[in-house]
């Protein structure tokens, strides 16, 4: 309860990042193949100000490591485990409950709340998803990537029901880093039909995907590799 107060709360402090509409085109996609990819979603500006702010949460020791060993947290997305494979090689910093750490740019994490408030709103809007999407359920966490990191192929939903009666309906993904080289690795592969797709993660793309359906993974990364992952959710 306090989570979701805060959540409506934080949502409501600061206006969200300018951005255009979803295109029709990738409403389309997502209701038609389960995914959608739109490059330059967010301005230069303010990916740059939340990969700032995502850096210097890092400098200031907040990240945990997740994913080592097989190790399965409860609260990521890590249920499609092989408790004895590496499932993924990241850090995460959950950014859904005030207080939000001093450390960084505040101010840009409330933005980035609001910025995925205004598109769970679009995106119930335009009728994306079978359940509506709670305005309450919504949780965003910045991931950090070393060089060598991974995320093995998953889906985002768990195989039983969650005891709070969330449903994972909507994952999305921002990327940061401003520049991105193929030959880097690090490519977000999502195993559409008929083909899987590659998305390189470069500053300003954003994924959409229905949690349900898509299976992905995050192909080995030689350079640190830094991107936002939230879940849209409906509640019963
Ligand atoms: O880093 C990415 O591109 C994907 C992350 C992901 O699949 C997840 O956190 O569930
Ligand atoms: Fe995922």
Same mark, same amino acid.
């Given at each position: 309860?306090?989570?979701?107060?805060?959540?409506?709360?934080?949502?409501?402090?600061?206006?969200?990042?300018?951005?255009?509409?979803?295109?029709?085109?990738?409403? =389309?996609?997502?209701?038609?193949?389960?995914?959608?990819?739109?490059?330059?979603?967010?301005?230069?500006?303010?990916?740059?100000?939340?990969?700032?702010?995502?850096?210097?949460?890092?400098?200031?020791?907040?990240?945990?490591?997740?994913?080592?060993?097989?190790?399965? @947290?409860?609260?990521?997305?890590?249920?499609? !485990?092989?408790?004895?494979?590496?499932?993924?090689?990241?850090? *995460?910093?959950?950014?859904?409950?005030?207080?939000?750490?001093?450390?960084?740019?505040?101010?840009?994490?409330?933005?980035?709340?609001?910025?995925?408030?205004?598109?769970?709103?679009?995106?119930?809007?335009?009728?994306?998803?079978?359940?509506?999407?709670?305005? @309450?359920?919504? *949780?965003?966490? =910045?991931? =950090?990537?070393?060089?060598?990191?991974?995320?093995?192929?998953?889906?985002?939903?768990?195989?039983?029901?969650? +005891?709070?009666?969330?449903?994972?309906? !909507?994952?999305?993904?921002? =990327?940061?880093?401003?520049?991105?080289?193929?030959?880097?690795?690090?490519?977000?592969?999502?195993?559409?039909?008929?083909?899987? !797709?590659?998305?390189? +993660? @470069?500053?300003?793309?954003?994924?959409?995907?229905?949690?349900?359906?898509?299976?992905?993974?995050?192909? @080995?990364? *030689?350079?640190?590799?830094?991107?936002?992952?939230?879940?849209?959710?409906? !509640?019963?």
């Amino acid at each position: 309860m306090l989570r979701q107060l805060a959540w409506r709360g934080a949502a409501r402090l600061r206006a969200p990042f300018p951005r255009q509409p979803l295109p029709a085109a990738a409403l =389309y996609s997502l209701e038609r193949l389960g995914y959608a990819v739109v490059p330059g979603w967010l301005r230069a500006a303010d990916t740059a100000a939340l990969l700032a702010d995502a850096l210097a949460l890092e400098a200031a020791g907040v990240p945990r490591a997740a994913g080592v060993g097989g190790v399965a @947290e409860s609260e990521s997305s890590d249920w499609a !485990v092989e408790l004895k494979t590496e499932l993924r090689r990241a850090a *995460s910093v959950w950014i859904h409950e005030p207080p939000l750490s001093l450390h960084g740019a505040p101010a840009a994490r409330l933005a980035l709340l609001s910025t995925a408030e205004a598109l769970r709103a679009e995106l119930l809007d335009a009728g994306c998803t079978a359940r509506p999407l709670d305005t @309450e359920a919504t *949780s965003l966490a =910045y991931l =950090y990537y070393p060089a060598g990191g991974f995320y093995r192929r998953h889906r985002d939903t768990p195989p039983a029901p969650s +005891p709070t009666g969330e449903h994972r309906e !909507v994952s999305l993904l921002l =990327y940061l880093d401003p520049v991105w080289r193929p030959d880097w690795g690090g490519a977000l592969r999502i195993f559409a039909k008929p083909a899987p !797709v590659d998305v390189q +993660p @470069e500053a300003g793309t954003l994924v959409l995907m229905h949690s349900p359906l898509l299976e992905h993974e995050v192909l @080995e990364t *030689s350079r640190a590799r830094h991107c936002v992952v939230g879940w849209l959710c409906s !509640v019963t």
